[in-house]
C-alpha cells in the first residue's frame, strides 16, 4: 500500500502560480511513477502530468506543457507540481496518483494508489 497526501491547493487569479505536493508513505516511493490528473466538475479525470522514477523523464498533456512543471524528491517521498500561467480552465480537484509500471500511462485506471485531492481554483 501507498498512502498519497496532495497539499498545496488554493484559489489564485488568471496568470498566477501554484505549487502542489504530494507526500508519500508506506512502500518504497522510489519504485513507483508518478502522475497528476485533475476533475472539473461535471468532467471525468484528466491526465496533467508524470514523472519516471528516478525523476529524469517527465510528460505533460498539451493543455499545460510549458506551464506546469513537475518534479519530485525521493529523499523526501514527495512529488510536485508547479503551476505557472494559471487560467479559469485548470480549475479542478488536484490528484496524485502512483503507477509501478515503467511504460507512461495517461489514463486513471492504469495507476494504483490515488491520494483524495486538493482543490485549485484560478479567478477571471
Known amino acids: 500500500q501507498v498512502q498519497l497526501v496532495e497539499s498545496g491547493g488554493g484559489l489564485v487569479q488568471a496568470g498566477g502560480s501554484l505549487r502542489l505536493s504530494c507526500a508519500a508513505s508506506g512502500r518504497t516511493f522510489s519504485n513507483y511513477a508518478m502522475g497528476w490528473f485533475r476533475q472539473a466538475p461535471g468532467k471525468e479525470r484528466e491526465f496533467v502530468s508524470r514523472i519516471n522514477r528516478g525523476g529524469s523523464f517527465t510528460y505533460y498533456a498539451d493543455s499545460v506543457k510549458g506551464r506546469f512543471t513537475i518534479s519530485r524528491n525521493n529523499a523526501k517521498n514527495t512529488v510536485y507540481l508547479q503551476m505557472n500561467s494559471l487560467r479559469p480552465e485548470d480549475t479542478a480537484v488536484y490528484h496524485c496518483?502512483?503507477?509501478?509500471?515503467?511504460?507512461?500511462?495517461?489514463?486513471?485506471?492504469?495507476?494504483?494508489?490515488w491520494g483524495q485531492g486538493t482543490q485549485v481554483t484560478v479567478s477571471s
Open positions: 496518483a502512483a503507477d509501478r509500471a515503467v511504460v507512461v500511462h495517461t489514463s486513471p485506471a492504469e495507476y494504483d494508489y
